[in-house]
């Protein structure tokens, strides 16, 4: 595939594609920046809902930075962008991964998926919309932050949800990720998840931190105010690490941990 030049965003043209019944199906998971743990989030969160008897799909959409095939410890011959560029087909793409699920691959350290054009734009909303009906739930592992690239997969889903930590750094930009999905995209609601939380009640605390900062900067302006609906807090839990470190999910590896019981908890909300 060839460099493309950079294009502008029409996230309507993307809601046209997928079925309304489909797009309740579809969860863009992202976050403000890296380093958060977006896409150890999105895994276990996968995992469990296939362990709540739900058929998943998670998609790789950090186009050109993907990551998601070293937490699972997988090796892919086929990625997407076989499929982009017309090498492979979409079935033999999607792989099963560890935790009862299954996931769509991207190519990692590819510069033409630095920046989204119509190319990149089309083939990744007809993968979407293909996919879509066959499962209950897609998760949609974003980029972190607002370029192109990740506002234009988060127009593709349903709904969002934000992965945060209580570090400053973290708090700053997931508000610029609410602020900007609220007035481009006219999100409502947000949903939030906190990780690394080190007490019981701190996701609590982050999402009234964040929702007072919102209420007072970005509400006013809009006719419909945006309120953040707290998923569930994750623990800073040593497990996790572990798991990481072993590059499994800390569902497979420590079922009854802290961590596993929070994420089965926040599938269960996500699931109602």
Do not use: C, W
């Amino acid at each position: 595939m060839s460099t493309f030049a950079s294009s502008p965003v029409d996230p309507s043209v993307a809601r046209i594609a997928v079925p309304p019944a489909a797009l309740r199906r579809i969860t863009a998971v992202t976050s403000g920046k890296g380093g958060v743990g977006k896409t150890f989030v999105t895994a276990n969160l996968a995992a469990a809902l296939a362990r709540l008897g739900r058929r998943v799909l998670v998609l790789d959409a950090d186009l050109g930075l993907a990551n998601i095939d070293v937490v699972l410890n997988l090796f892919p011959k086929i990625t997407l962008h076989d499929v982009f560029t017309g090498r492979s087909s979409l079935a033999d793409a999607i792989l099963p991964a560890p935790g009862g699920f299954s996931v769509l691959l991207a190519g990692s350290g590819m510069v033409e998926y630095s920046r989204m054009t119509p190319e990149i734009r089309e083939q990744l909303q007809r993968v979407v919309a293909e996919v879509a009906p066959k499962y209950d739930h897609v998760l949609l592992d974003t980029g972190a932050g607002i370029s192109d690239v990740v506002l234009y997969t988060i127009s593709l889903a349903g709904e969002v949800l934000v992965v945060a930590t209580p570090e400053p750094t973290s708090l700053t930009d997931a508000y610029a990720t609410i602020k900007v999905l609220a007035t481009t995209q006219t999100r409502r609601p947000i949903r939030l998840v906190v990780n690394q939380v080190r007490k019981p009640g701190e996701g609590r605390t982050v999402r009234a931190q964040l929702q007072a900062v919102v209420d007072r900067y970005v509400n006013p302006g809009l006719s419909e105010p945006v309120r953040l609906d707290l998923l569930g807090e994750v623990p800073s839990d040593p497990s996790v690490r572990d798991a990481v470190q072993r590059r499994q999910l800390v569902l497979e590896t420590m079922p009854g941990s802290a961590a596993s019981m929070a994420m089965l908890a926040v599938a269960g909300k996500l699931r109602a």
